[in-house]
């Protein structure tokens, strides 16, 4: 993949990442297939594929049960002056059920919430397998990708990060609360005590504290367990610098 290609695939998985709902397009089961478009919360997989949690009686749950190609919306442009100005992605795919209880993981630490209806019967995990991937930065610059040169597509490193996953977490929200209060003030612009780690990828790790959400990106992939530990020391010894301490 060129570097225009590579700098583009990165730029549409940092807004993947960094968002936490999308506007999912669906086919109408009882309408003559009529498109039909609803908001949806979201987090990632390790790779970028976008994990939902949606309830039997929801009309794009019914939909995907009948089509489950569909697309899914992620945007940061709607709060500016000109829309069309901002970035977007467009993900075509499939969208199925999962019982993973990993990715039910990763979508709940980022969206606690969701905690209290997640175990009623009628709510289940669902994933999308990506198949394309369009990508619009603004005026006159848009793409199309194919989703293995689109996602995060080193599989061994994903492995290895998903396998040390909640240990990381575990000690990072136990041992550094400080160091992650001070990457969510210095490197993410977001104020306030009690930032707690929420997830983590090749890429980057998301944190959260009451309802708010902040994302934070290393400087290169990470492969294996000591390379997100180095790069963790890194990140934070910046924060600390940046805040004059």
Not at 36 to 62: E, N, Q, R, W
Request: charged share 25%.
């Amino acid at each position: 993949m060129s570097d225009d290609r590579d700098s583009i695939a990165l730029a549409a998985r940092q807004l993947i990442r960094r968002s936490r709902s999308a506007a999912l397009a669906t086919s109408l089961s009882k309408d003559n297939q009529h498109p039909y478009a609803s908001l949806v919360t979201t987090a990632c997989d390790l790779d970028c594929s976008p994990i939902m949690l949606f309830s039997g009686l929801s009309d794009h749950t019914k939909n995907l049960a009948t089509e489950p190609r569909a697309s899914l919306l992620f945007e940061q442009a709607s709060r500016r002056r000109n829309p069309q100005t901002g970035p977007r992605v467009t993900l075509c795919g499939t969208i199925r059920q999962t019982t993973d209880p990993r990715l039910a993981d990763r979508f709940l630490n980022r969206h606690p919430d969701a905690r209290r209806y997640a175990g009623f019967g009628d709510f289940s995990f669902y994933i999308m397998a990506v198949e394309r991937l369009h990508w619009v930065g603004g005026f006159a610059s848009a793409r199309w990708m194919v989703a293995k040169d689109a996602l995060f597509s080193d599989a061994k490193a994903c492995a290895n990060i998903a396998e040390s996953e909640v240990d990381i977490i575990s000690h990072m929200n136990t041992d550094h609360a400080d160091a992650l209060d001070v990457c969510a003030r210095a490197l993410a612009n977001r104020q306030g005590l009690g930032w707690q780690m929420a997830g983590i990828d090749p890429e980057g790790f998301d944190l959260c504290n009451n309802g708010r959400f902040a994302r934070v990106e290393f400087d290169r992939p990470i492969t294996n367990t000591d390379e997100c530990r180095s790069n963790l020391v890194v990140l934070t010894k910046r924060a600390w610098a940046l805040v004059g301490l």
